[in-house]
């Protein structure tokens, strides 16, 4: 299982509220903030998608898609605005949002809209290669030399999220994280017990420890 991680930015709390709660439902996996410099930081938690209201107590929400945009993530960014002039929606749009929403909106809208953001700025891959192996995200298999070889479900989600973040060293704990998912928190062991196995399964230089941190995927 790997969560979405969405960033909510919205001063209001009964609309960020009842928000959360309907995309925590939807699956996601939901962090809330209510001021432009909470949304700054955040952004330090690589989301997903951010959703972001436009009249923020401690400035203009869209700084936020700027700081996005200008550090060159294409993080897809729904804008919430109270205004719904044209020329609002432009600027929005020209600053690099994937949508707009003007307010009041139907949550099932919003909701409607990040599942088609998302599948917009995501097309998936069927399969993801790497040295002489290669992931099939459809049939949820690995396959070695054109052999498949037999990987458990958390196996396969592990090698998944290493294979899609190469190069770069990942904690154990942002493994448990968006791979097993925060409410399922087993130990830091549980993950290197499943690297050690996939590594009997792969050509283990794939996997790389790196001591005291976590792990670094090389394809
Ligand atoms: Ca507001």
Redo the contacts with the bound molecule.
């Keep these: 299982m790997i969560e979405t991680k969405l960033l909510l930015v ?3 709390k009964p609309i960020r509220e009842g928000l959360r709660d309907r995309l925590e439902r939807e699956g996601f996996r939901v962090a809330d903030v209510g001021t432009l410099a909470e949304a700054m930081t955040a952004l330090d938690g690589n989301p997903d998608l951010v959703i972001l ?4 107590p401690d400035g203009e929400g869209l700084e936020v898609l700027r700081a996005l945009r200008a550090s060159g993530r294409s993080t897809p960014v729904i804008v919430l605005s ?1 205004r719904g002039m044209p020329e609002d929606r432009v600027e929005g749009l020209e600053g690099g949002a994937d949508d707009y929403v003007t307010k009041p909106f139907h949550l099932r809208e919003l909701v409607a809209r990040v599942h088609a953001v998302l599948k917009r700025a995501e097309p998936e891959p069927a399969r993801v290669p790497f040295g002489d192996c290669e992931l099939d995200l459809g049939a949820r298999t690995l396959r070695r030399g054109g052999r498949d070889v037999a990987v458990t479900k958390m196996e396969f989600d592990l090698l998944l999220y290493l294979a899609r973040n190469p190069g770069r060293v990942v904690s154990r704990t942002e493994l448990l994280d968006r791979v097993w998912g925060y409410d399922r928190y087993p130990t830091t062991r549980t993950v290197d017990f499943h690297v050690q196995s996939l590594r009997k399964k792969l050509d283990p230089r794939h996997i790389v420890t790196v001591h005291g941190v976590g792990y670094r995927f090389e394809p």
């Design positions: 919205e001063d209001e209201d436009r009249r923020l109270a």
